[in-house]
């Protein structure tokens, strides 16, 4: 319907629109929630003129309108070279107050030999009536020191993407560690508050081949397996992926399809993007379909399809809204805690009430409560005495009902 001039003269070499990774640098959502869609483009290697390749990155921004236009209504530079402003972004709603929020990061150090200690930062802008994406105007900018020669770094580094993973509603920000020891994912739920830099859930390497290791970003791919939930795809080492099945509890124990598809030798960045889409095979379900460069060729690619299959379904039960059950988990009390904390909840019936703590690892560290007990108020005491520092969950199990909090051990 509209042909519009790019507001640069060097698309493919400043990566206008693609990252250096192959992961598309197009993604869209409603920033300033007026029912038409914005879309925010990237192009990480900006500037760019011959002979003097550049690294800044730019991001460029349009807002819907009735009538396109082709000028952004904000551009977000790099002040510095190699800093790759972008090449990591993404759009969400991490925060649940319906506006999509612009997420995405940059680094300042140097790819180089020897490599040298940086900084990457996450930058959030939360989504308005009257968006304002100019930098220094961001709702948060974290700071993150990175050691990438000893393979070390603090909470954040920029390989980062968003996606509901626990299906509650709120976007989380998804950080793929696969470069930094130990090779993990760490989830940080969204929550009225946004993010904090204590991840809620950690996925590990699947169990299921030495091929496959953890470490790496999400992808949406819609809901595979017709449980109702999406489920999502995540880079699983060399020529594989990993496939997780959403739910209201992401868990490492969940049923994880391991496939090993063939891939440039090297493109770790397999699939470069991965969807759902309708039956093809005459099966009756949908079939899951990924991307991935060719071997030969920057320029041209190939796509596989893999049969759906709802059969498989995870084995974490459904949560429950408390209005309709009339159970309740209270948040425990101090918080942080050394070494003891008080849990307290409420029983509307008589019930059978499974109470546990876990690790964000997802194993179990204590079993509290096992047993049917009376309707009323209950309280336990859980004693951490034996356990180290860090991030523990509690979780009730009632009839129907399903709830976790977060606890904070600080010794």
């Keep these: 319907d509209y042909i519009y001039p790019l507001p640069t003269k060097y698309p493919l070499e400043q990566y206008f629109a693609i990252t250096q990774t192959g992961r598309h640098g197009v993604k869209s959502g409603d920033f300033n929630k007026d029912g038409k869609k914005d879309f925010a483009v990237t192009s990480t290697n900006w500037p760019y003129t011959p002979y003097q390749p550049g690294g800044k990155g730019k991001i460029y921004i349009y807002l819907g309108k009735e009538l396109p236009v082709y000028t952004p209504d904000f551009e977000l530079e790099g002040k510095d070279l190699r800093t790759y402003l972008g090449e990591y972004f993404d759009v969400g709603d991490i925060n649940g107050d319906d506006y999509d929020d612009l997420l995405f990061s940059s680094i300042i150090g140097t790819r180089t030999l020897p490599h040298t200690d940086s900084l990457h930062y996450l930058y959030i802008f939360y989504g308005s009536d009257t968006p304002n994406f100019i930098l220094g105007n961001e709702d948060y900018k974290y700071v993150s020191y990175v050691k990438p020669k000893s393979k070390w770094a603090e909470w954040f580094v920029r390989n980062f993407s968003v996606d509901d993973i626990n299906c509650d ?179 509307p019936v008589n019930s059978k009430v499974i109470l546990g703590i876990y690790d964000i690892l997802g194993r179990e560290v204590s079993k509290l409560v096992n047993e049917e007990q009376e309707a009323g108020s209950h309280t336990v005491k859980f004693n951490a005495g034996n ?21 904070i051990l600080m010794k």
Excluded at 209 to 232: K, V
Excluded at 392 to 400: G, L, N, P, V
């Design 169 to 347: 509603g709120y976007d989380d920000v998804v950080i793929g560690r696969g470069s930094y020891l130990p090779r993990v994912t760490n989830v940080h739920y969204g929550s009225p508050t946004g993010i904090d830099t204590i991840p809620d859930f950690v996925i590990v390497d699947p169990d299921s081949t030495i091929d496959l290791y953890a470490g790496h970003i999400s992808q949406t791919i819609g809901d595979y397996n017709a449980d109702g939930y999406n489920d999502f795809v995540a880079w699983g080492g060399y020529h594989t992926f990993c496939l997780y099945l959403g739910g209201p509890y992401i868990s490492n124990e969940n049923p994880v399809g391991a496939l090993g598809f063939a891939a440039p030798f090297w493109n770790w960045h397999f699939p470069c993007k991965a969807l759902t889409v309708s039956d093809q095979t005459g099966n009756g379900e949908v079939e899951l379909l990924v991307n991935a460069r060719s071997i030969d060729s920057v320029s041209y690619g190939y796509a596989e399809m893999v049969s759906g299959n709802s059969g498989v379904h995870t084995d974490i039960g459904e949560e429950t809204n408390i209005k309709e059950t009339g159970i309740d988990l209270k948040n425990n009390y101090p918080n942080p805690f050394n070494p003891e904390t008080v849990i307290s909840y409420q029983l």
């Design 387 to 407: 356990l180290s520092s860090g991030v523990y969950i509690c979780r009730i199990i009632a009839a129907d009902f399903v709830k976790t909090i977060k606890m």
